[in-house]
């Protein structure tokens, strides 16, 4: 590993700043110590100097759990809650990319379609999708047992930046099961 050790105070200062920036939990002075080798007094000065440079800003370094931390301000968590929630930060993983890009052609399709089309069972992907708005239950088939239909959302069309279905891409010939 290339490690560059801060030279300068700034460097010191700067070296606990992207610490505390990444870390996801309260940083002790004896963490950053061990991390970064700065000694507490400069640790505990670096830390002062940059609460201070936050006063004004979206975010502040807290003292919590015997550590410090980068956080929010409250007075703009409501911004945070909203990106949160909102479908550009929710990231899928390939079964859900597969069974969504079923729902998307297929739509209305009930759940036993999706899962004869992927092979295999598929009814903790189809909650995540749910959960995450990013298909909705669109009525029942009128076919034995009234299985419920699955679509697509709004949210489905935000996520990846469609204006419409039209705007899918088309299948290849080798899809045509799909």
């Known amino acids: 590993m290339n490690e560059t050790l801060p030279v300068t105070y700034e460097d010191a200062r700067n070296a606990i700043e992207s610490l505390l920036f990444v870390s996801k939990r ?9 991390i970064a080798c700065l000694g507490r007094d400069t640790i505990l000065r670096a830390v002062e100097e940059l609460s201070s440079s936050y006063e004004t800003r979206g975010i502040q370094l807290i003292k919590i759990a015997n550590g410090y931390l980068l956080a929010t301000r ?6 945070i809650e909203k990106f ?32 004869r089309i992927r092979g295999v069972l598929c009814d903790g992907v189809i909650k995540t999708l749910l959960d995450k708005r990013l298909i909705k239950e669109a009525g029942r088939s009128e076919t034995v047992g009234r299985p419920i239909l699955y679509a697509t959302t709004v949210d489905f ?17 080798k899809t045509e099961e799909l």
Do not use: N, W
């Not at 550009?88 to 899962?115: D, F, W």
């Not at 069309?157 to 419409?164: P, Y």
């Open 84 to 115: 949160l929630k909102s479908p550009v930060s929710v990231s899928l993983s390939q079964q859900s990319l597969e069974t969504l890009s079923i729902i998307a052609y297929k739509q209305p399709v009930a759940r036993a379609e999706i899962e």
């Open 26 to 34: 309260p940083l002790s002075v004896d963490d950053i110590d061990e």
């Open 157 to 173: 069309l935000k996520h990846f930046g469609l204006h419409d279905l039209g705007q899918l891409p088309l299948l290849e010939e």
């Open 74 to 79: 409250p007075r703009y968590s409501a911004y």
